[in-house]
């Protein structure tokens, strides 16, 4: 009866984490809903903030953010190797010096005047679309096409979603943009690694 109880347990102490993994088929299907969702989600952002109007815009953009940073950031997923701290250092170099040379060589000017409310925004944006395309998105893409694919298909999404807000003129420098942080989201096997980077970007943009 002893031994019966214990090879039990043992069965679902195994079965367990399966449930909440992305190799269980039902909850890859559902995390894959769950990125399409968010890419809708963002797509739609300037219909929703039209509809609202420039009162209640703001609000709107947060609520978005949070959620697509909660979801991305909390979603369940299987734990993956992660480069040393050395290389998640020159990684993250690699990424803001590109970011820098892009926004000072490549001019442009801040998208309005400086206010806490736009660097908070801009910071929040960053992290949230990081956690969403380099943690959860990339990782649905790399279960079943493997990491070249992650990191394309991961940077496609991310400057397809911005076009609905920029126009298309912008896809070129998004998709080099999100390919530059995928590339750190591989290298170095964190997401937080292109989010730091993306919050720097996002506030360069913001300041110059």
């Known amino acids: 009866m002893t031994a019966s ?26 995390t894959a809903g769950v990125v399409a969702l968010g890419c809708a989600a963002l797509v739609l952002r300037p219909v929703v903030v039209e509809a609202v109007g420039a009162a209640g815009a703001a609000g709107v953009l947060v609520a978005l953010f949070t959620g697509l940073l909660a979801v991305g950031a909390l979603w369940p997923l299987a734990r993956t190797p992660v480069a040393p701290r050395r290389v998640a250092a020159a990684v993250l170099t690699v990424g803001v010096l590109a970011f820098a ?11 309005g005047p400086l206010s806490g409310r736009l660097v908070v925004l801009s910071v929040l944006a960053a ?59 591989w290298a170095s096997g964190r997401w937080t690694v292109p989010a730091a980077t993306h919050v720097l970007a996002n506030v360069l943009v913001v300041l110059r």
């Open 101 to 111: 040379a892009g926004r000072f060589g490549g001019g442009g000017h801040a998208p």
């Open 5 to 30: 109880l214990t090879t039990a347990s043992s069965r679902l102490s195994v079965a367990e984490p399966a449930t909440l993994s992305l190799e269980n088929g039902r909850f890859a299907g559902l």
């Open 127 to 185: 992290v949230a679309e990081e956690a969403f395309f380099r943690r959860l998105t990339y990782a649905a893409i790399e279960r079943v096409h493997g990491p070249t694919v992650a990191v394309a298909g991961s940077a496609a999404l991310f400057a397809l979603v911005h076009v609905t807000v920029y126009g298309w003129w912008v896809l070129p420098l998004d998709l080099a943009a999100g390919l530059v942080l995928s590339w750190q989201r």
